[in-house]
């Protein structure tokens, strides 16, 4: 039976303005890994939720090459097909999905409002996981040659690079594990790090240490990407002396950590200084019945593991809120 929102008790709802709009039991933003494990479990707690999938079905998972450290895949999964499987196995348990992005909110009233490019759902709950994306130097020349030698994302880009001289940016473990990636095509990998210490983890520091194709440059940054039609080469400064040296290169992939989706929840769903979404451990934002899940709301541990258990734990505790607020009673895995 689905939800109208003439059967709904939400103070401060319109009946009469949309007495026939069908309302969500559950509503998912975003279909990473967080984001998929919260429709299963909604899914399976016969909550038969919505997900739109946003700009990445799997979200950055997917595009890893291989994902090593998800626990029930000894050999790896390659990122992509684990969104796949992700999907697959909420989609045997009802959940539903839509390549829609969402643009606007409103959380000031119950049932939520969510926009899109194209339509208006209402939702009684709303799980938010947006993810994060990658950052960008901006510095000059970088907007200008992206997809011509500037580029986020080996796996997607560095078929390209055959035999190529590529720098890398950065010293976390996005870097340094896509440093590794690109070493299967370019001629050498120059990683570019602005302290003299990696932050990435010992198996990723070891293993680039140890690959032949793999060099550092210590306490430089890039100051500008060189280079009219195609990248031509970078601009350095030391950072301890302040001298600069060009680099030369046929492109750069910067990994230089990570910015929350959160743009369209600014007002409504309290953040930290860095824009995550600030939750309870239930998940819960600052309004009941609206969740936050993955890397949204966490800048600590963003693995792929750790976002599908909140994800699981947001669709569980939104559960247990129409449990209370609904006249539906939903069962929820416990
Ligand atoms: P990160 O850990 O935040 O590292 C970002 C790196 O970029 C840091 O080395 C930082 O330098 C450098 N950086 C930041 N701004 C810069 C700038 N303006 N110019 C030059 N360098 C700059 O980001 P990440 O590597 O994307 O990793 C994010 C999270 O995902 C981490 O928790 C990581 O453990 C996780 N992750 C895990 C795996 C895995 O387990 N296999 C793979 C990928 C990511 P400083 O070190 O000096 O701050």
Not at 46 to 52: D, G, K, R, S, W
Not at 161 to 169: I, Q, S
Request: net charge negative.
């Amino acid at each position: 039976m689905e939800l109208r929102l003439n059967n709904l008790k939400s103070p401060g709802a319109e009946p009469q303005a949309n007495a026939e709009k069908k309302v969500e039991k559950v509503l998912v933003l975003g279909a990473g890994p967080a984001g998929m494990s919260a429709a299963l479990y909604a899914a399976r707690a016969e909550l038969n939720p919505l997900v739109l999938i946003g700009t990445e079905l799997g979200g950055q998972a997917s595009l890893t090459f291989t994902i090593e450290n998800y626990p029930g895949f000894p050999d790896g999964v390659g990122g992509a097909e684990l969104g796949e499987l992700f999907k697959k196995q909420a989609e045997r348990f009802g959940a539903r999905f839509e390549y829609e992005m969402a643009t606007e909110v409103d959380f000031s009233r119950r049932p939520f409002v969510v926009k899109t490019y194209g339509k208006e759902i209402l939702a009684e709950t709303v799980i938010v996981t947006t993810g994060a994306s990658p950052n960008h130097l901006n510095i000059p020349g970088e907007n200008l040659l992206v997809g011509r030698g500037v580029s986020y994302c080996a796996t997607c880009d560095g078929w390209f690079f055959k035999e190529k001289k590529l720098a890398v940016v950065g010293g976390g473990d996005s870097a340094l594990e896509e440093a590794l990636f690109l070493t299967r095509y370019a001629s050498s990998v120059t990683i570019i790090h602005r302290r003299d210490e990696l932050r990435a983890g010992a198996i990723l520091q070891r293993r680039a240490k140890e690959n032949p194709k793999i060099n550092f440059i210590w306490n430089a940054v890039v100051e500008e990407i060189l280079g009219e039609n195609g990248v031509q080469g970078l601009k350095l400064r030391e950072v301890i002396t302040g001298a600069e040296t060009t680099f030369a290169a046929d492109g750069v992939f910067i990994f230089v950590g990570h910015t929350p989706n959160t743009q369209i929840f600014k007002g409504q769903l309290d953040m930290d200084e860095k824009g995550y979404i600030k939750t309870d451990l239930t998940m819960t934002t600052n309004i009941p019945g609206v969740y936050a899940a993955g890397e949204v709301m966490d800048s600590h541990y963003r693995q792929v593991v750790t976002s599908a258990g909140m994800g699981a734990a947001a669709a569980i505790q939104a559960g247990r809120f129409l449990e209370e607020h609904s006249l539906e009673p939903a069962a929820v895995e416990k």
